[in-house]
């Protein structure tokens, strides 16, 4: 295994207080039905239809945390990643948790404000002044030098355990998933969703989530729209990439190119394990 890969660039989550763009997505998920099942799906040249399982099936949610953790943190232990935080040098400060929070663009001061709000007093309480403050840049002003030890002892508690994964699930996964049911999308698709709202957010700007799936739609329809499954997840990816190419740290596309469309080509969009995958040249399996 090489060294831990964490992304070098971050998503903006909130305009209120900086300059960026807010999100857009504020759908809620549907209540996920019946697990498919643990036998890979057979490949299928042309069209395979997704059953009716989706992302947010319990089994089908800790492969998508399995699979994002993957290119993260080049890991698959995904549990572990609560306490992890470091400045990956990409203009966000600081990064840190399951999701990857961050101090520049306001996710992370929305989960310290959780997280207060359900148990004041918290290692990290004292720092909110300083986190409203960088918010929106990358300054470490007063955060330093105690924020980093403070993360990770607030990470022991189950308490902040909890706020970041309801965190992960309002702003990024239940939107996600929500939009890929509305277009008709079954597990795989509803994960590709959710994997560009990690990276790139959803805002205005043209590699936001919205404007890749807007890229998407002028090339394919969806299901929802009597559109091809595979035809338009293959349009979704492409417009995927070409967001990544357009920033330096997202010139490894692998996330996609060795994963996502490894089991795009295998007809699995149900995502049923066994999965191989390969991100940043490193292998990883789920059986």
């Excluded at 763009?21 to 099942?37: I, N, Q, R, S």
């Excluded at 099936?57 to 994002?68: H, S």
Aim: glycine residues 8%; proline residues 5%.
């Amino acid at each position: 295994m090489n060294a831990p890969h964490k992304r070098t660039a971050r998503r903006n989550t909130r305009t209120l207080r900086v300059a960026l763009v807010a999100l857009g997505l504020t759908l809620t998920a549907v209540p996920a039905t019946a697990f498919a099942g643990t036998a890979p799906a057979p490949p299928a040249a042309h069209h395979q239809e997704a059953a009716a399982t989706g992302l947010d099936d319990p089994a089908k949610k800790d492969i998508a945390m399995q699979l994002v953790s993957s290119a993260e943190n080049s890991s698959l232990d995904w549990k572990s990643q609560y306490k992890y935080i470091e400045d990956i040098d990409d203009g966000r400060g600081y990064t840190a948790g399951i999701i990857g929070f961050c101090s520049g663009t306001g996710d992370m001061l929305d989960l310290v404000e959780l997280y207060t709000q359900r148990k004041p007093g918290n290692p990290l309480a004292q720092y909110l002044p300083a986190l409203r403050k960088v918010d929106g840049s990358d300054s470490h002003e007063g955060l330093d030098p105690g924020f980093q030890a403070a993360w990770k002892k607030a990470a022991a508690d189950s308490a902040f355990q909890q706020a970041q994964n309801d965190e992960r699930d309002r702003v990024y996964f239940d939107p996600a998933v929500s939009r890929g049911k509305s277009d008709g999308l079954g597990t795989l698709g509803q994960f590709a969703y959710y994997d560009a709202i990690v990276m790139h957010g959803d805002g205005g700007d043209s590699t936001s989530f919205s404007s890749i799936r807007k890229r998407a739609l002028a090339k394919a329809k969806p299901p929802a729209q009597g559109g091809n499954e595979v035809t338009y997840l293959n349009a979704f990816l492409d417009a995927r990439v070409w967001a990544m190419q357009q920033e330096e740290a997202h010139s490894d596309t692998s996330r996609v190119d060795t994963a996502q469309r490894v089991f795009l080509k295998n007809g699995n969009l149900n995502l049923n394990p066994p999965l191989n995958w390969k991100v940043y040249g490193d292998s990883f399996h789920i059986g």
